[in-house]
């Protein structure tokens, strides 16, 4: 199945490659696929692949690509991948998802709007920011969409782009959004799509009291105006108690119980597992193209898919399960046979 992947990826991306050319694809994106399993520095993979170009010329290809076709071919992959693993292995029915923000650090000067600011973190505050759905029912945790964010994207109109990308794809039975999507506009686009969604509440002083009234009172749902300026929305305020005896809000267009809600919102966190996973998958590299950051995070999407996709044949044929590393270790050999 890796080398199946490799060939797949080499028949999928056109690199254009002239008859006289010295290296074929393989030999150019095969380095990329080993950095990237290694989560090492393209930049530095000289002594362990030596039948390979140098990292210049490896982004003069990626750059040649340009980062809106890298995007697209990347995206019509992960669609056709999941496409076929449905039909496969028969994988039907609505499906919980999850979006959220992922920021890869950048170190470079301000280059384009790509470049977006945000908290500081690992020495910086400025990101390449990412918006991902993704699956999050165990067994089917895969990544669906990836859409990279930019100054002048809002909120309102990411999500509704990356849940679009979903048409035709899978049936969303609800979207699970952390804090950070609580807004007036986001929530009135998910309406207007017709779509389930649940998201806490940020913890507001005006929200704080609410909750503890309503509890004091014995009453775990209301309705609660969220606005801004004069734009605002009525959405249903669900309040759980936990077993340590904290307040807990979410809002959401459901009609269900708290309890059942703090469960839903629960399946939340495979999407930050899926994070940590890939995060193992991406290579690293001091280009500061944002072509070539962006093929790093999407073939780390696309290699995070493949690992899951190993899984789910693994499960089906009573197999154990293989881990992120062993998956790592099998495409460095398969690499190092082919073109080491």
């Known amino acids: 199945m890796h080398k199946k ?4 990826l080499c028949e999928e991306i056109p690199l254009n490659l002239r008859y006289n050319s010295k290296y074929n694809e393989k030999q150019i994106l095969g380095p990329i696929v080993y950095a990237s399993v290694d989560n090492a520095f393209l ?6 692949l030596r039948n390979r170009p140098n990292s210049d010329t490896i982004f003069y290809h990626l750059k040649s690509l340009g980062w809106n076709q890298i995007l697209e071919l990347f995206q019509n992959m992960i669609r056709k991948n999941h496409l076929e693993l449905r ?10 998802v999850a979006i959220d923000f992922h920021d890869i650090p950048y170190y470079g000067k301000d280059k384009g709007a790509f470049v977006v600011r945000g908290k500081r973190k690992d020495g910086t505050n400025k990101f390449y920011r990412i918006i991902s759905i993704d699956i999050v029912e165990r067994g089917k ?4 969409a990836v859409i990279p964010m930019n100054t002048l994207k809002s909120n309102k109109k990411a ?7 979903l048409k035709g794809i899978v049936k969303i039975s609800c979207i699970l959004m952390d804090r950070g999507f609580e807004s007036v506009e986001v929530y009135k686009t998910l309406f207007r ?18 909750m503890d009234e309503c509890a004091k009172a014995d009453i775990w749902k209301t309705v609660y105006r969220l606005q801004c300026n ?25 009609d269900a119980e708290p309890e059942q809600i703090a469960e839903l919102y629960s399946w939340r966190w495979g999407i930050e597992t899926g994070y940590r996973i890939k995060k193992e998958f991406r290579a690293r590299t001091c280009s500061t193209s944002f072509a070539v950051r962006l093929f790093l995070i999407l073939l780390s999407v696309l ?34 046979q082919d073109i080491g």
């Not at 945790?141 to 669906?144: E, H, L």
């Not at 044929?317 to 190092?336: D, G, P, S, Y």
């Open 43 to 48: 930049e530095s993979l000289n002594t362990e």
């Open 5 to 8: 992947f490799l060939n797949k």
């Open 193 to 210: 799509m017709k779509k389930r969604w649940v998201t806490p509440v940020k913890k507001s002083r005006k929200i704080v009291r609410l």
């Open 87 to 96: 039909r496969i292995y028969r994988l039907i029915g609505p499906v919980k």
């Open 141 to 144: 945790r895969f990544t669906m």
């Open 303 to 336: 290699l995070y898919n493949f690992w899951v996709s190993v899984n789910v044949e693994n499960w089906l044929l009573n197999e154990k399960a293989l881990t992120a590393r062993k998956v790592r270790i099998i495409f460095r050999i398969v690499i190092e």
């Open 230 to 254: 004069r734009n605002y929305i009525d959405v249903r305020l669900l309040i759980y108690r936990t077993e340590d005896g904290d307040l807990v809000g979410f809002f959401t267009n459901m």
């Open 159 to 165: 999500v509704e782009d990356i849940v679009n990308e």
